[in-house]
């Protein structure tokens, strides 16, 4: 596992290649393996393959968010609100399953901000893609992770971009307070 940790990087940058079948269903196995609260699972999934639709997710914010026109695949990501308070924090591993799982099969991927962002100075982010992809009102996108086959590898992280400085044990140490006094 720390082997995929090391080497996942946000990819926007892809080549034009269809993600296969088994792929596609294994990325959405992840998704729906993951852990909620009270075991809720407040997470519905909407995965975009058609090229024009990708270009409309690409269009959903002004900013971050163009990476998913060249992407084979984007999973919307949503949450009832109805059925968690912590929709957000659900949604979130969900997405991070999904990005982790891509990893894994030799995918890049990207994750792209939908909850509070907008798309102009009149609607949201969200409201944007509710009335592009027919999202009934009780959902709340939280994010779209764009996915698709690298087009660049970027270098793996290593031990040197750890920074155990925000690491402490047992009580909150303030380490830039310390670095201060000494």
């Known amino acids: 596992m720390l082997n995929i940790l090391y080497n996942r990087r946000s990819t926007r940058k892809f080549v034009n290649r269809k993600i296969e079948t088994d792929k596609i269903q294994k990325l959405l196995t992840a998704a729906l393996l993951a ?38 695949l984007a999973i919307i ?19 991070i399953f999904i990005q982790l799982e891509a990893e894994a099969l030799g ?8 909850n509070h962002r907008f798309y102009n100075d009149e609607i949201t982010s969200n409201e944007y893609i509710h009335q592009n992809f027919n ?6 996108v939280l994010s779209v992770v764009g996915i698709g086959y690298k087009a660049v590898e970027r270098p793996p992280l ?4 750890l920074n155990w400085n ?6 909150y140490i303030d380490k830039t307070q310390e670095a201060v006094t000494e």
């Open 107 to 114: 995918l890049g991927s990207c994750w792209v901000q939908i």
């Open 135 to 140: 999202i009934p009102d009780r959902l709340e």
């Open 35 to 72: 852990p909620s609260s009270k075991g809720s699972r407040p997470w519905e999934f909407i995965v975009v393959d058609d090229k024009a639709l990708l270009e409309v997710l690409a269009t959903s914010k002004p900013h971050g968010a163009s990476l998913l026109k060249h992407a084979a």
């Open 158 to 161: 290593s031990d040197l971009d």
């Open 77 to 95: 990501v949503a949450g009832d609100k109805t059925k968690s308070d912590v929709w957000v924090e659900d949604c979130a591993i969900a997405s």
């Open 166 to 171: 925000k690491v402490s044990i047992n009580r």
